[in-house]
């Protein structure tokens, strides 16, 4: 309705436009056909214009979505690199260089479980047990039954002498794996720095049992210091 409407209004104005302008009706057609050749190169413009915001719209995402992927190739390229450093490092017990490469990967990897355990392992064997602990610690939280990141987490306890930590985490780490002798001549060696003989001697008998030659005198021989 409204349409119409406004088409009535343009006739009449465009009646009046004639009426007053002497213009004659061949040369109004010739206006009406200007105006409508100049609303149709308006309408290309106008779409020109859409397509032209449309493809650099498409161009721009697709430019980010480059430069995300590259990011994350280089990314990748950078952990893997320090990872492989970082593994040849502690193979030759270089633990310096085992810290700084596995460092580097869990700037981009947090949750790293292997860097996690190479670098926690690096800094027991400088001694620096707290950090020991706190990667250890990660690392359980992102693997609850890897037996081994528990065990040296117990062994970092025990060394800063939180005894009751280290038989909590050796107990644990025997619920996951029941027959490593090693597990059980901790817990023995534990009870031994507390003086608990009788738990000591249980925990050697069972360490040796296991495979652990010798054990059971070796805490023995300890206990009686």
């Known amino acids: 309705m409204k349409k119409i409407i406004a088409n009535k209004k343009h006739l009449c104005i465009r009646a009046l436009f004639i009426l007053f302008t002497n213009i004659t009706f061949a040369e109004n057609i010739e206006l009406i056909k200007l105006e409508e050749e100049n609303r149709k190169a308006r309408e290309m413009l106008r779409k020109m214009y859409i397509a032209y915001d449309e493809r650099n719209r498409k161009e721009a ?44 990967v869990l700037w981009i990897r947090r949750n790293s479980k292997e860097a996690l355990f190479y670098r926690g392992s690096a800094y027991s064997a400088q001694q620096n047990y707290r950090r020991a602990i706190n990667d250890f610690t990660k690392l359980i939280s992102l693997d609850p039954n890897n037996a081994e990141a528990i065990t040296l987490r117990g062994n970092a306890f025990m060394a800063i002498k939180n005894y009751a930590g280290a038989i909590k985490d050796f107990n644990r780490a025997k619920a996951i794996k029941p027959k490593d002798p090693n597990i059980y001549a901790s817990i023995a060696l534990s009870y031994a720095f507390i003086g608990n003989k009788t738990q000591a001697l249980k925990y050697a008998e069972i360490a040796e049992r296991l495979g652990k030659t010798n054990f059971y005198k070796q805490i023995k021989k300890r206990l009686k210091k």
């Open 61 to 104: 995402e697709e430019k980010k979505r480059i430069a995300e992927n590259y990011t994350s190739i280089d990314d990748i390229t950078h952990t893997s690199h320090h990872l492989l450093r970082g593994l040849k490092a502690a193979e030759y017990n270089d633990h310096y260089y085992t810290i700084r490469h596995m460092t580097e």
